[in-house]
């Protein structure tokens, strides 16, 4: 008999989150986990609390290595990775340039995006040649445990680390009881299936573009990572948009950015680094989304419907269902719709 799913929203890391798991687990220990961890990541890379590991570093780097806890190394090991890969468009070095632009902590604000998952993103990403190289000026020393930032560089770990901590809540919700589990942490989401039984069907809705060109899909994923980024995010008033990611080539706001980017992966923050890439790329950001090998949707800023690398089709998301349609799969519609 198939187990219905619950849904446990709260709020953390200033956005909106979400844990589903199979109505049979108690919600008492994810959520433990969940905020357990969450907690030590605000402690490590939050660039909005002034007494995170990672203001300490930044404020205080002066170009010298400086000690950091293994949590925070890990961190910037990723987001030098995730710089890897997209050939350093995404850039965890930008945080003094975001910090002009006077955004604030996310905290009582709206998400803009929704989340969305693609069935199997099994593909792997295509490693871009470097043309940025801000994430090679960040030098890690694991023996020593030190990390040096050079002076003035401030870091933004904000977008990968939340990406990395929903693939790792979701890894330690399904090994610690063995269940199916989404995490969703704003536009990131991890899907984790359980070892000792048959995989579980998530039905999520991917809710895209603007207010005034909305788009929205309901897509099929079993496991892996999907990433939601936007070229601008709302105000703390009125909901208005500021362009937001920087274009790690000009140091400046992304000019002609996409509305929003979902992209599938392996892992959420392998689907955040390369969303966060494409929506940097603006104007350009299709024929980058076409060279990544990696299920994409691209809204543009003019509101045009971009697929590449086998992202479904509204007509074949439908029919996604009767692909998988066997005893061992448990539908679960509408977990996040």
């Not at 560089?153 to 977008?159: E, F, I, N, P």
């Not at 579980?200 to 909305?214: D, L, N, Q, R, Y």
């Not at 969303?275 to 990696?294: D, P, R």
Request: glycine share 10%.
């Amino acid at each position: 008999m198939s187990d219905s799913i619950k849904r446990l929203d709260f709020m953390a890391l200033g956005t909106k989150c979400v844990i589903a798991i199979p109505e049979s687990l108690g919600p008492s220990g994810p959520m433990e986990i969940a905020m357990e961890q969450l907690a030590l990541l605000e402690s490590l890379a939050s660039g909005f609390n002034p007494t995170s590991e990672v203001r300490r570093l930044s404020d205080h780097s002066g170009g010298r290595p400086q000690v950091a806890s293994g949590g925070l190394i890990e961190i910037v090991e990723i987001a030098k990775l995730a710089g890897s890969i997209t050939g350093g468009m995404c850039d965890f070095t930008v945080g003094a340039e975001v910090f002009k632009l006077g955004l604030k902590d996310r905290r009582g604000l709206f998400e803009p995006l929704g989340q969305a998952f693609v069935d199997k993103p099994s593909l792997g990403p295509k490693l871009i040649a470097t043309r940025v190289a801000g994430y090679e000026m960040i030098h890690v020393d694991k023996e020593a445990s030190t990390i040096t930032i050079p002076s003035g560089v401030r870091l933004d770990l904000h977008s990968v680390s939340k990406a990395f901590y929903a693939d790792r809540i979701a890894g330690m919700i399904s090994e610690a009881f063995d269940t199916a589990v989404l995490v969703g942490l704003g536009g990131d989401i991890a899907v984790q299936q359980a070892k000792d039984s048959g995989p579980v069907e998530f039905c999520v809705e991917v809710i895209a573009g603007s207010s005034t060109k909305p788009f929205s899909q309901k897509i099929i994923i079993f496991e892996g990572g999907l990433a939601t980024s936007g070229g601008a995010r709302p105000t703390e008033t009125d909901r208005k948009v500021q362009a937001h990611i920087i274009d790690p080539r000009t140091r400046r706001p992304a000019e002609a950015a996409p509305l929003s980017v979902s992209v599938a992966a392996e892992h959420a923050w392998i689907a955040n680094a390369f969303s966060t890439a494409i929506v940097a790329y603006g104007g350009a950001c299709n024929e980058y989304a076409a060279s990544i090998g990696l299920p994409c949707l691209v809204v543009s800023e003019d509101g045009v419907i971009s697929h590449h690398a086998g992202w479904p089709t509204p007509a074949e998301a439908v029919s996604t269902h009767a692909l998988y349609a066997d005893d061992n799969h448990r539908k679960l519609e509408g977990v996040l719709a």
